[in-house]
């Protein structure tokens, strides 16, 4: 006879470790300093706060180029950078019978993820040169449009997770929070790697915490001073 705890666990599959704590850690970190950067744009007043969640982003891109070439198996580039055909003929099977299931990032998701990384690097280094004076006003405009076309990206990568998550009946916002996805445990990875995770967090928070230390105290910060520098010039 079957006891309701036997039963329970067979309703519900077993639910196998894909994402590790770094690339989790990674992804929410993203998150949080876009949002970050994005609502502080526009006031010199949250400049340096501006420019700290923009090298936030810089830094865990940098982290996580490394960790697609020796993470674990879903973090890697080569388990999920995939040719335009596998993207077409993912794209045309959602719409058959039977959609391509990947247990990591879906061919056409890869994309989303390629491209947010490489907007991340050019929209840091346009901010980063328009910040220091490097090179001329022509960067300051393309780092505006870089960081709206990635404003754009981000809208699709949501839209498309949740269309994804409804298609698949998998919750994948789920799956980037606990890393776990009911899929065979053959599919799944041994380590979560949550000593590195803990390591990045200590290390972003330490940056942040000196920016905080090297911002000017009381009133003026450092966005408003280089424009009164500038004023004075002029
Ligand atoms: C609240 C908003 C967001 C939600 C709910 C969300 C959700 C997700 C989910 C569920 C995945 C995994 C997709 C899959 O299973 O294939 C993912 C991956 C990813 N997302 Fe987001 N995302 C959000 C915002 C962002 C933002 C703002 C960025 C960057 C600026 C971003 C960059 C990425 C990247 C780079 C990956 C790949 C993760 C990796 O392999 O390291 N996401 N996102
Ligand atoms: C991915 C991260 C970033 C995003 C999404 C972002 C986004 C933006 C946006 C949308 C604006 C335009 C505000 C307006 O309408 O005037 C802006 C302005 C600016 N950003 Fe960023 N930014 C990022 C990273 C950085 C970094 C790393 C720096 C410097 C090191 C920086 C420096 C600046 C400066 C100096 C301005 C003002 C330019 C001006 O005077 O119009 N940004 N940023």
Redesign the pocket.
């Known amino acids: 006879m079957k006891t309701p705890s036997a039963s329970r666990a067979e309703a519900r599959p077993a639910r196998a470790l894909v994402?590790d704590a770094p690339?989790r850690v990674?992804?929410w970190l993203?998150?949080l300093?876009?949002?970050v950067a994005w609502i502080s744009a526009e006031s010199e007043r949250w400049q340096l706060v501006h420019v700290t969640a923009g090298y936030t982003?810089a830094g865990l891109?940098a982290f996580?180029l490394l960790?697609?070439v020796v993470g674990t198996r879903?973090?890697r580039f080569t388990d999920?950078v995939r040719g335009p055909s596998a993207v077409l003929r993912y794209l045309r099977s959602l719409f058959g019978p039977r959609p391509e299931h990947?247990t990591?990032?879906?061919p056409a998701?890869?994309l989303?993820?390629l491209a947010?990384?490489a907007?991340?690097l050019a929209t840091t280094a346009a901010g980063w040169a328009t910040y220091n004076d490097v090179g001329g006003e022509w960067l300051e405009e393309a780092h505006e449009v870089l960081a709206n076309t990635?404003m754009l990206?981000?809208v699709v990568?949501?839209v498309a997770?949740?269309a994804?998550?409804l298609l698949h009946r998998e919750n994948?916002?789920a799956?980037?929070v606990s890393g776990r996805k009911p899929v065979p445990a053959e599919e799944g990875i041994r380590r979560a790697w949550r000593g590195l995770a803990a390591a990045m967090l200590v290390a972003v928070l330490s940056f942040w915490a000196l920016q905080w230390q090297a911002a000017p105290q009381g009133g003026m910060v450092a966005g408003q001073a280089a424009t009164a520098e500038h004023d004075e010039d002029d």
Request: glycine share 8%.
């Open positions: 994402w690339v990674f992804h993203m998150v300093s876009f949002f982003m891109v996580r960790w697609g879903h973090a999920f990947h990591g990032h879906n998701g890869a989303a993820v947010l990384l907007l991340t990635m990206v981000v990568h949501i997770v949740v994804s998550s994948l916002v799956a980037m």
